[in-house]
Protein backbone atom coordinates (compact mmCIF):
# COMPACT_ATOMS: atom_id res chain seq x y z
CA UNK A 1 0.00 0.00 0.00
CA UNK A 2 2.73 2.23 0.78
CA UNK A 3 4.47 1.26 -2.47
CA UNK A 4 0.78 2.76 -4.10
CA UNK A 5 0.42 5.51 -2.43
CA UNK A 6 4.32 6.97 -3.12
CA UNK A 7 3.22 6.23 -6.43
CA UNK A 8 -0.02 8.23 -6.60
CA UNK A 9 1.59 10.89 -5.18
CA UNK A 10 4.37 11.02 -8.00
CA UNK A 11 1.98 11.27 -10.58
CA UNK A 12 -0.29 14.03 -8.77
CA UNK A 13 3.09 16.28 -8.39
CA UNK A 14 4.53 15.45 -11.92
CA UNK A 15 1.42 16.66 -13.34
CA UNK A 16 1.50 20.20 -11.48
CA UNK A 17 5.17 20.75 -13.16
CA UNK A 18 6.27 21.79 -16.46
CA UNK A 19 9.88 21.93 -17.55
CA UNK A 20 11.58 22.80 -20.86
CA UNK A 21 14.59 24.52 -21.33
CA UNK A 22 12.92 28.36 -21.85
CA UNK A 23 10.87 28.00 -18.30
CA UNK A 24 9.37 25.72 -15.49
CA UNK A 25 5.91 26.25 -14.27
CA UNK A 26 5.08 24.54 -10.54
CA UNK A 27 2.20 24.89 -8.44
CA UNK A 28 4.09 24.59 -4.84
CA UNK A 29 1.59 25.49 -1.10
CA UNK A 30 -0.70 26.98 -3.34
CA UNK A 31 0.93 29.42 -5.29
CA UNK A 32 2.22 29.24 -9.02
CA UNK A 33 5.64 29.30 -9.73
CA UNK A 34 7.08 30.26 -12.93
CA UNK A 35 11.02 30.65 -13.50
CA UNK A 36 12.47 31.87 -16.89
CA UNK A 37 15.40 30.49 -17.86
CA UNK A 38 15.74 32.06 -21.29
CA UNK A 39 17.61 35.10 -21.42
CA UNK A 40 15.13 36.85 -24.36
CA UNK A 41 11.86 36.54 -24.47
CA UNK A 42 9.48 35.25 -27.56
CA UNK A 43 6.37 35.11 -28.24
CA UNK A 44 6.30 31.38 -28.53
CA UNK A 45 7.91 31.67 -24.92
CA UNK A 46 5.39 33.36 -23.51
CA UNK A 47 2.68 31.67 -25.21
CA UNK A 48 3.84 28.39 -24.41
CA UNK A 49 3.84 29.03 -20.65
CA UNK A 50 0.42 30.90 -20.61
CA UNK A 51 -1.05 27.62 -22.00
CA UNK A 52 0.95 25.26 -19.64
CA UNK A 53 -0.10 27.43 -16.61
CA UNK A 54 -3.93 26.64 -17.53
CA UNK A 55 -3.07 23.20 -18.35
CA UNK A 56 -1.62 22.91 -15.03
CA UNK A 57 -4.39 24.92 -12.91
CA UNK A 58 -7.26 22.99 -14.29
CA UNK A 59 -10.12 25.29 -13.44
CA UNK A 60 -8.18 26.70 -10.75
CA UNK A 61 -7.35 30.08 -9.22
CA UNK A 62 -3.60 30.89 -7.42
CA UNK A 63 -1.40 33.51 -6.92
CA UNK A 64 1.81 33.49 -8.65
CA UNK A 65 5.41 34.23 -7.93
CA UNK A 66 7.36 35.01 -11.56
CA UNK A 67 10.58 34.65 -11.48
CA UNK A 68 12.22 37.00 -14.85
CA UNK A 69 15.94 37.40 -13.02
CA UNK A 70 17.24 35.73 -16.45
CA UNK A 71 15.26 37.77 -19.20
CA UNK A 72 17.73 40.26 -20.34
CA UNK A 73 15.31 41.15 -23.08
CA UNK A 74 11.78 40.60 -24.55
CA UNK A 75 9.71 41.24 -27.90
CA UNK A 76 7.30 43.51 -27.89
CA UNK A 77 5.08 40.60 -29.24
CA UNK A 78 6.16 38.47 -26.07
CA UNK A 79 5.27 41.29 -24.18
CA UNK A 80 1.71 41.88 -25.79
CA UNK A 81 1.28 38.14 -25.41
CA UNK A 82 1.52 38.07 -21.67
CA UNK A 83 -1.16 41.10 -21.42
CA UNK A 84 -3.65 38.73 -23.61
CA UNK A 85 -7.14 38.10 -21.60
CA UNK A 86 -5.98 34.78 -21.35
CA UNK A 87 -2.53 35.03 -19.28
CA UNK A 88 -4.69 36.17 -16.85
CA UNK A 89 -7.04 32.84 -16.37
CA UNK A 90 -6.41 31.41 -12.72
CA UNK A 91 -4.47 34.27 -11.96
CA UNK A 92 -5.32 35.98 -8.14
CA UNK A 93 -2.01 38.28 -7.85
CA UNK A 94 1.24 38.41 -9.32
CA UNK A 95 5.12 38.89 -7.91
CA UNK A 96 7.47 39.63 -10.69
CA UNK A 97 10.49 39.19 -9.69
CA UNK A 98 13.28 41.25 -11.25
CA UNK A 99 17.02 41.69 -10.90
CA UNK A 100 17.18 45.46 -10.61
CA UNK A 101 15.71 48.75 -9.86
CA UNK A 102 15.67 49.57 -13.29
CA UNK A 103 13.68 45.94 -14.69
CA UNK A 104 11.43 47.12 -11.24
CA UNK A 105 10.26 50.80 -13.31
CA UNK A 106 10.45 49.10 -16.76
CA UNK A 107 7.94 46.25 -15.34
CA UNK A 108 5.45 48.71 -13.35
CA UNK A 109 5.76 50.67 -16.30
CA UNK A 110 4.82 48.30 -18.40
CA UNK A 111 2.06 46.87 -16.30
CA UNK A 112 0.10 50.58 -16.09
CA UNK A 113 -0.08 50.92 -19.94
CA UNK A 114 -0.84 47.09 -19.99
CA UNK A 115 -3.97 46.93 -17.60
CA UNK A 116 -3.08 43.77 -15.85
CA UNK A 117 -6.45 41.57 -14.53
CA UNK A 118 -5.17 40.98 -10.87
CA UNK A 119 -2.75 42.43 -8.39
CA UNK A 120 0.40 42.54 -9.48
CA UNK A 121 3.76 44.18 -7.75
CA UNK A 122 7.15 43.88 -8.76
CA UNK A 123 10.58 42.74 -6.37
CA UNK A 124 14.10 42.31 -6.58
CA UNK A 125 13.50 39.28 -3.76
CA UNK A 126 12.10 36.50 -4.11
CA UNK A 127 11.09 35.73 -0.58
CA UNK A 128 9.55 39.17 -0.73
CA UNK A 129 7.80 38.29 -3.39
CA UNK A 130 6.37 34.56 -1.84
CA UNK A 131 5.23 36.28 1.19
CA UNK A 132 3.20 39.17 -0.76
CA UNK A 133 1.49 36.34 -3.28
CA UNK A 134 0.64 34.25 0.15
CA UNK A 135 -1.17 37.16 0.98
CA UNK A 136 -3.87 36.35 -1.70
CA UNK A 137 -3.65 32.30 -0.88
CA UNK A 138 -7.36 32.20 0.88
CA UNK A 139 -9.00 35.17 -1.37
CA UNK A 140 -11.76 34.01 -3.90
Known sequence: MIFFSTFVIQIIFTMCQYYDDDLSI??????????FFASHGTYEISDRGIKKKIELINGQSFPMVSDMRSLKTST???????SEPDAGIGVKAVAIIMNSKVHQIMINFFTKINKRPAPTKVFTNKEDAIKWAQKFLSKD
Open 26 to 35: QIKDGIIFID
Open 76 to 82: REARQRM
